[in-house]
């Protein structure tokens, strides 16, 4: 059992397949962690739908924090935050779930709520946004991705009927997470900036743009739908990460997940948000020395966060908007007042290294086999890779893969070219499906996401961000392999975490503290106290990474600079052939 002097603050991840709660020490320890898989629903006839539940979710929270809880006293937890994937989740002026599923049951009470960001459904919605010239393209890189809130909205106004639609509230999910925990719907400026097309620097909603695209309800009724902060900033009802929601946890929340009522809750972020939260403060251990140098906040604008999971985020941020075209933002104050962030992405990572290696016919004796030699598959994909490069008698994988190429984009492309139309290519195939073939399919899957991972870095430089290293975060920080690649393709060292799959709750924890210490302090704290305080709360809780500093030898670099150009021409190739065959069609 917990002593009365003991403190601790629960950060609440919920990912594309599962919630996690983390229990961390104000230093920064992890106390405790538990992660419970959620459901995601799928169209067997439209591989475009991805639909979850809020309820499921809700559920899958309160066990994982139960959980984490198990010995400890309520009262120590003194604060929580929240983050969350960007799926928008609908509900009533209640805040109970209304079906997003098409068909009969749309709009009616039901589980499945949630349409997951991947979902691709709002195609024609998109193209109908951007050939608007709105303003708000500006700030979503000149092209609004279909997994953003507000096309998803425009699918369901033009599919439901309008006496449900007019009593429809819509939240990103980190929003409806914080107003489920409090019973306040106050939005957060990470989720209404980044997703819902708000813009605070030009008085946040544009009621033209909205009037333009057939969503003129929303202007009517005053944003109550989506929150009703015309401009961001304290008392104007939108809310910076981690400040205070409300009165903090409500009766009826406490009481399901075991805590006190009126705890303090965070303003929630993104997940990729949270990851960055949790990963850009670090310090870090080269050689087995631990740096030096304690990062400022201003250094924070050269270190690039990839969150890395079934999709990867790139953030960074600035003291200046940075345009780049095909990269989401410049936002700004999502995280700190006055700082603008950039987002770049890759749609399908994580699921695409899934993908190559389930669809391959090897795959089973691949599963069979590391069984049989009690080994993990991935040591083995790396173990058949090496002998094919020793009976080859290359000096690397990547000469190993010279004459193989991939382009990875099998679900469109996030960034920088902002093409939900690109789809994935293979050349140099061979009517091998040996094991053997599966490592080579495995590794330039690998080789392709580190190329891509390249390109968004070198434009966001291009158009005037600085980016030194790579901070990263989620499940594929564990890859060792993919890291290197990352630094000797990229041509940056790459910091790991301290915990790969920490971080993200480690930065909703941070969400949490930061909300418990301004509600201590009172009214008195101003914005800059506020950032200060902020980036000291990151500092003291985030634990030293691992530096993989790039080591590519002269011939390697040759190698990845001929698949670099090639990656690129690639695209063009693509662009082409789309271009040629819309032509033969008409």
Same mark, same amino acid.
């Given at each position: 059992?917990?002593?009365?002097?003991?403190?601790?603050?629960?950060?609440?991840?919920?990912?594309?397949?599962?919630?996690?709660?983390?229990?961390?020490?104000?230093?920064?320890?992890?106390?405790?962690?538990?992660?419970?898989?959620?459901?995601?629903?799928?169209?067997?006839?439209?591989?475009r739908i991805f639909e979850q539940s809020t309820d499921d979710i809700w559920a899958a929270i309160v066990s994982a924090v139960k959980t984490c809880l198990e010995g400890k006293s309520p009262s120590a937890v003194k604060g929580l935050g929240f983050d969350a994937t960007c799926s928008l989740a609908v509900c009533d002026l209640e805040g109970k779930p209304l079906t997003v599923t098409r068909g009969d049951a749309l709009g009616t009470p039901g589980e499945r709520n949630i349409i997951l960001w991947a979902d691709h459904r709002a195609e024609k919605e998109a193209d109908l946004i951007n050939s608007t010239q709105s303003l708000v393209l500006d700030y979503v890189g000149g092209t609004m991705s279909l997994e953003m809130e507000i096309p998803k909205i425009l699918w369901l106004k033009s599919h439901l009927p309008p006496a449900i639609?007019?009593?429809?509230?819509?939240?990103?999910?980190?929003?409806?997470?914080?107003?489920?925990?409090?019973?306040?719907?106050?939005?957060?400026?990470?989720?209404?900036?980044?997703?819902?097309?708000?813009?605070?620097?030009?008085?946040?909603?544009?009621?033209?743009?909205?009037?333009?695209?057939?969503?003129?309800?929303? $202007?009517? @009724? #005053?944003?109550?739908?989506?929150? !009703? *902060?015309?401009?961001?900033?304290?008392?104007?009802?939108?809310?910076?990460? &981690?400040?205070?929601?409300?009165?903090?946890?409500?009766k009826r929340a406490a009481e399901e997940l075991g805590l006190v009522e009126g705890?303090? $809750?965070? @303003? #929630?972020?993104?997940?990729?948000? !949270? *990851?960055?939260?949790?990963?850009?403060?670090?310090?870090?251990?080269?050689? &087995?020395?631990?740096?030096?140098?304690?990062?400022?906040?201003?250094?924070?604008?050269?270190?690039?966060?990839?969150?890395?999971?079934?999709?990867?985020?790139?953030?960074?941020?600035?003291?200046? *908007?940075?345009?780049?075209?095909?990269?989401w933002g410049p936002y700004r104050d999502p995280v700190f007042r006055g700082w603008w962030m950039n987002e770049g992405g890759q749609s399908s990572t994580g699921q695409l290294i899934d993908f190559m290696l389930t669809t391959h016919p090897a795959y089973a004796e691949l599963q069979e086999r590391a069984k049989s030699e009690d080994k993990n598959m991935f040591v083995l994909l790396h173990d058949l890779m090496e002998h094919l490069r020793t009976s080859e008698n290359a000096s690397s994988f990547t000469e190993v893969l010279k004459d193989m190429h991939m382009y990875p984009d099998f679900h469109g492309n996030r960034s920088p070219l902002a093409d939900p139309r690109m789809r994935g290519a293979?050349?140099?195939?061979?009517?091998?499906?040996?094991?053997?073939?599966?490592?080579?399919?495995?590794?330039?899957?690998?080789?392709?996401?580190?190329?891509?991972?390249?390109?968004?870095?070198?434009?966001?430089?291009?158009?005037?961000?600085?980016?030194?290293?790579?901070?990263?975060?989620?499940?594929?920080?564990?890859?060792?392999?993919?890291?290197?690649?990352?630094?000797?393709?990229?041509?940056?060292?790459?910091?790991?975490?301290?915990?790969?799959?920490?971080?993200?709750?480690?930065?909703?924890?941070?969400?949490g503290r930061f909300a418990a210490e301004v509600v201590k302090a009172g009214?008195?704290?101003?914005?800059?106290?506020?950032?200060?305080?902020?980036?000291?709360?990151?500092?003291?809780?985030?634990?030293?990474?691992?530096?993989?500093?790039?080591?590519?030898?002269?011939?390697?670099?040759?190698l990845l600079e001929a698949k670099y150009k090639i990656f690129r021409?690639?695209?063009?190739?693509?662009?082409?052939?789309?271009?040629?065959m819309e032509e033969a069609s008409k």
């Open positions: 059992m917990t002593t009365d002097n003991e403190s601790y603050y629960l950060g609440i991840d919920v990912g594309t397949g599962s919630a996690r709660a983390s229990l961390l020490s104000p230093t920064g320890t992890l106390i405790a962690s538990s992660t419970v898989s959620t459901k995601t629903w799928r169209d067997p006839s439209d591989h639609f007019s009593t429809c509230q819509f939240f990103d999910l980190p929003d409806f997470l914080t107003y489920r925990a409090t019973n306040d719907a106050t939005r957060s400026s990470c989720s209404l900036t980044c997703k819902c097309s708000y813009v605070p620097t030009h008085s946040g909603w544009q009621d033209d743009f909205f009037e333009k695209i057939g969503l003129g309800e929303l $202007v009517q @009724s #005053g944003y109550r739908a989506v929150g !009703a *902060g015309r401009a961001a900033g304290p008392g104007m009802g939108v809310l910076t990460a &981690g400040q205070p929601v409300g009165k903090g946890l409500s705890t303090p $809750v965070g @303003s #929630g972020v993104i997940d990729a948000y !949270a *990851g960055w939260l949790g990963t850009v403060a670090a310090r870090f251990n080269e050689d &087995g020395k631990l740096s030096d140098i304690v990062p400022s906040l201003e250094e924070s604008q050269h270190r690039l966060a990839a969150v890395a999971g079934t999709s990867t985020c790139h953030l960074v941020q600035s003291p200046q *908007g940075v345009f780049v075209n095909g990269v293979l050349t140099g195939l061979t009517l091998s499906s040996s094991l053997s073939a599966l490592a080579l399919t495995y590794h330039l899957t690998l080789e392709s996401i580190a190329l891509q991972t390249r390109h968004i870095l070198e434009s966001l430089n291009a158009a005037g961000h600085k980016i030194t290293s790579i901070y990263m975060s989620g499940g594929q920080a564990t890859n060792r392999v993919l890291m290197q690649l990352f630094a000797d393709v990229c041509g940056v060292p790459v910091v790991l975490p301290f915990e790969h799959s920490g971080a993200v709750g480690r930065g909703a924890a941070v969400l009214e008195g704290m101003g914005e800059r106290e506020q950032d200060e305080l902020l980036w000291k709360i990151m500092v003291e809780m985030t634990p030293a990474g691992t530096l993989v500093a790039p080591s590519a030898t002269p011939k390697v670099k040759k021409e690639t695209i063009e190739i693509q662009k082409r052939w789309r271009k040629e």
